[in-house]
């Protein structure tokens, strides 16, 4: 599900996303905001924790990797991701997280709020998207659950006061909460590209539920070099872990103790005008309160979302996976027949939305039926799958037949931009979890059953992780076209810059983008702007050309392509 809300490339849908945005923030404004319309009550709502007890046990700095405090700890391991346990109650549980993260919620929340201020640069244009937020989440308070707003408002009290301008450090982190569902529901545009998938009987190899996804969400690379493996012990329902980061309590990938597993994939949405509950919320509730998929579905039933979103959500208590789709106004349960395999893309399945006109258009732009039945041969291959065949399917960087579609291209299962890669096998309780970079780092494995064996009053010092279980790395990192792919995102993000300021100081170096990534209609592309806005028509024509015979990701990238193959044919002529 990757989203390109704060990727700040010069691709058309998304240029167009904030424009149709922005034209609707403008519009609606002058009936909310100015108007006082609701926002107070949501500006002054607090949870009630006077029933709970605000005594915080000291936070002992065992060294610069490794806290802990009371029963809980945060550690890293020797790949790099952080270890965290927290327990108790909901106050309990958010004061814990966010003393323990307080300097990994710091960097997270400027990382993203400096890519929203790349976004919105004006001092004036600040200050109206910080009205404009506390306007359009004013009813957000109402949609989630007391337990999760008391969570989160422990975790916000060791919120930088750095950035107050935008909101006060709760309700900013509750906003933030939403900024998933926000990103999809920019983009009318489907810039995601997640692709899960389980299988179990005669599919997998020890016949048994087996699970596998990429986590595309995107907002620069600095996001993603502090991922958190978080488990938690809470006082009501169930034990669990999720992939998560600093300030974040929400669920995108996750496992608890009843061997039910939850990943969610965007789905096409509307730009809707009000937040109501964050998938990401409504996906944690299912992990920590349902032990099957019928109390899954119940749960998911019961909330109301403002976002169109697939929850895949596996059960090893029914021995298979369904697919939870939610919209504003749509439910549907999707399960296979007559198979024991689920795919699962960037398009609903389910009667519900077999006619809903989002959906038809989604598969017929965009890349999410190319990637589903790119999935579908990699499963047809195997015979039977295992965690570690399943790993070498999330890292398959080709396209349809083994066609080589170029390094970062979004009709791939890889990438090459995940905030990490994650499978789950339910009925043993183990998950594999990608180390950096993207999903090409080792997939370090937890054991559930032995993460949570004896944790009370025994803080770990070591790393939970089965270090005998783990999959290596990715042999590509050690070869010479992984050094041209990065090489080839830092000259291209230089010469996208270029091209938005019309300042071009690249003219002997853009060509190197076709040497670093020959097989990538982008690369093609951004040579033939180049040359077009150099005035270098021919040379234009040319490099177009390449590009728009390469495997372009969606139609309004197809149509981006022929635009300035066109403009570049008529100034020649």
Same mark, same amino acid.
């Given at each position: 599900m990757r989203s390109n809300l704060f990727k700040f490339s010069m691709r058309l849908p998304f240029r167009a996303g904030i424009n149709r945005f922005s034209s609707l923030v403008f519009g609606i404004l002058f009936f909310g905001i100015f108007t006082g319309c609701g926002i107070k009550k949501s500006l002054q709502d607090r949870p009630d924790i006077s029933k709970y007890t605000q005594e915080v046990s000291e936070k002992v700095i065992v060294n610069d990797s490794t806290f802990i405090q009371g029963n809980n700890f945060l550690t890293k391991n020797n790949y790099g991701l952080w270890e965290l346990y927290v327990e108790g109650n909901p106050l309990e549980r958010g004061l814990a997280n966010g003393n323990l993260t307080q300097s990994l919620y710091y960097k997270q929340?400027? +990382?993203?709020?400096? %890519?929203?201020?790349?976004?919105?640069?004006?001092?004036?244009?600040?200050?109206?998207?910080?009205?404009?937020? %506390?306007?359009?989440?004013?009813?957000m308070y109402q949609h989630i659950p007391e337990e999760y707003k008391t969570e989160i408002y422990g975790v916000s009290r060791y919120a930088s006061s750095e950035f107050n301008e935008l909101a006060t450090p709760y309700l900013r982190s509750l906003y933030l909460h939403g900024a998933h569902d926000i990103g999809h529901a920019l983009q009318d545009l489907m810039l995601v590209g997640c692709t899960s998938f389980a299988v179990w009987d005669d599919k997998s190899e020890d016949g048994n539920l087996l699970l596998g996804r990429n986590f595309d969400f995107y907002a620069g690379d600095e996001f993603a070099?502090? %991922?958190? *493996?978080?488990?938690?012990?809470?006082?009501?329902?169930? %034990?669990?872990?999720?992939?998560?980061?600093?300030?974040?309590?929400? +669920?995108?990938?996750?496992?608890?103790?009843?061997?039910?597993?939850?990943? *969610?994939?965007?789905?096409?949405?509307?730009?809707?005008?009000?937040?109501?509950?964050? *998938?990401?919320? +409504?996906?944690?509730?299912?992990?920590?309160?349902?032990?099957?998929? #019928?109390?899954?579905?119940?749960?998911?039933?019961?909330?109301?979302?403002?976002?169109s979103e697939a929850i895949m959500v596996g059960s090893a208590k029914d021995g298979k996976a369904v697919l939870i789709e939610v919209s504003p106004n749509n439910f549907g349960v999707y399960e296979v027949e007559n198979t024991s395999e689920l795919i699962c893309a960037n398009h609903f399945q389910s009667d519900t939305f077999q006619k809903d006109r989002r959906n038809l258009k989604t598969?017929?732009?965009?890349?999410?039926?190319?990637?589903?039945?790119?999935?579908?041969?990699?499963?047809?291959? #195997?015979?039977?799958?295992?965690?570690?065949?399943?790993?070498?399917?999330?890292?398959?960087?080709?396209g349809l037949n083994g066609k080589e579609i170029g390094y970062g291209n979004e009709k791939a299962l890889n990438q090459l931009l995940a905030h990490h890669g994650i499978v789950f096998q339910p009925t043993d309780l183990k998950v594999w979890i990608s180390a950096s970079p993207y999903q090409l780092g080792a997939f370090v494995c937890y054991d559930l059953n032995e993460v949570f064996k004896n944790r009370t009053d025994n803080p770990s010092l070591v790393s939970l992780s089965e270090e005998n279980k783990t999959i290596p790395a990715s042999s590509f990192l050690k070869t010479e076209a992984y050094k041209n792919y990065e090489a080839y995102r830092m000259l291209e993000t230089a010469i996208e810059t270029e091209i938005e300021t019309k300042i071009f100081t690249k003219t002997n170096t853009v060509a190197a983008l076709i040497h670093l990534n020959p097989k990538y209609w982008k690369a093609h592309y951004l040579l033939g702007r180049y040359l077009y806005e150099t005035k270098k028509y021919r040379e234009a024509v040319k490099a177009l050309t390449e590009a728009s015979q390469k495997e372009i990701p969606s139609l309004d990238e197809v149509a981006l392509v022929e635009k300035y193959l066109r403009k570049a044919k008529r100034k020649i002529k």
């Amino acid at each position: 599900m990757r989203s390109n809300l704060f990727k700040f490339s010069m691709r058309l849908p998304f240029r167009a996303g904030i424009n149709r945005f922005s034209s609707l923030v403008f519009g609606i404004l002058f009936f909310g905001i100015f108007t006082g319309c609701g926002i107070k009550k949501s500006l002054q709502d607090r949870p009630d924790i006077s029933k709970y007890t605000q005594e915080v046990s000291e936070k002992v700095i065992v060294n610069d990797s490794t806290f802990i405090q009371g029963n809980n700890f945060l550690t890293k391991n020797n790949y790099g991701l952080w270890e965290l346990y927290v327990e108790g109650n909901p106050l309990e549980r958010g004061l814990a997280n966010g003393n323990l993260t307080q300097s990994l919620y710091y960097k997270q929340e400027k +990382v993203f709020l400096n %890519k929203v201020n790349s976004l919105v640069p004006g001092e004036g244009q600040q200050k109206f998207l910080a009205k404009f937020l %506390k306007w359009y989440n004013r009813k957000m308070y109402q949609h989630i659950p007391e337990e999760y707003k008391t969570e989160i408002y422990g975790v916000s009290r060791y919120a930088s006061s750095e950035f107050n301008e935008l909101a006060t450090p709760y309700l900013r982190s509750l906003y933030l909460h939403g900024a998933h569902d926000i990103g999809h529901a920019l983009q009318d545009l489907m810039l995601v590209g997640c692709t899960s998938f389980a299988v179990w009987d005669d599919k997998s190899e020890d016949g048994n539920l087996l699970l596998g996804r990429n986590f595309d969400f995107y907002a620069g690379d600095e996001f993603a070099e502090e %991922k958190i *493996i978080a488990f938690v012990n809470p006082e009501d329902g169930h %034990k669990f872990m999720s992939v998560t980061w600093g300030g974040f309590i929400g +669920v995108v990938s996750g496992m608890n103790d009843q061997g039910l597993t939850v990943t *969610i994939n965007a789905g096409k949405s509307k730009i809707p005008l009000m937040a109501k509950t964050p *998938i990401s919320l +409504v996906s944690r509730e299912i992990l920590q309160y349902a032990s099957n998929i #019928e109390e899954a579905v119940a749960i998911a039933r019961k909330r109301e979302v403002f976002v169109s979103e697939a929850i895949m959500v596996g059960s090893a208590k029914d021995g298979k996976a369904v697919l939870i789709e939610v919209s504003p106004n749509n439910f549907g349960v999707y399960e296979v027949e007559n198979t024991s395999e689920l795919i699962c893309a960037n398009h609903f399945q389910s009667d519900t939305f077999q006619k809903d006109r989002r959906n038809l258009k989604t598969i017929e732009e965009s890349h999410t039926a190319y990637r589903f039945n790119r999935m579908t041969q990699l499963l047809d291959q #195997e015979e039977k799958v295992n965690p570690t065949e399943a790993v070498a399917i999330l890292r398959n960087k080709e396209g349809l037949n083994g066609k080589e579609i170029g390094y970062g291209n979004e009709k791939a299962l890889n990438q090459l931009l995940a905030h990490h890669g994650i499978v789950f096998q339910p009925t043993d309780l183990k998950v594999w979890i990608s180390a950096s970079p993207y999903q090409l780092g080792a997939f370090v494995c937890y054991d559930l059953n032995e993460v949570f064996k004896n944790r009370t009053d025994n803080p770990s010092l070591v790393s939970l992780s089965e270090e005998n279980k783990t999959i290596p790395a990715s042999s590509f990192l050690k070869t010479e076209a992984y050094k041209n792919y990065e090489a080839y995102r830092m000259l291209e993000t230089a010469i996208e810059t270029e091209i938005e300021t019309k300042i071009f100081t690249k003219t002997n170096t853009v060509a190197a983008l076709i040497h670093l990534n020959p097989k990538y209609w982008k690369a093609h592309y951004l040579l033939g702007r180049y040359l077009y806005e150099t005035k270098k028509y021919r040379e234009a024509v040319k490099a177009l050309t390449e590009a728009s015979q390469k495997e372009i990701p969606s139609l309004d990238e197809v149509a981006l392509v022929e635009k300035y193959l066109r403009k570049a044919k008529r100034k020649i002529k």
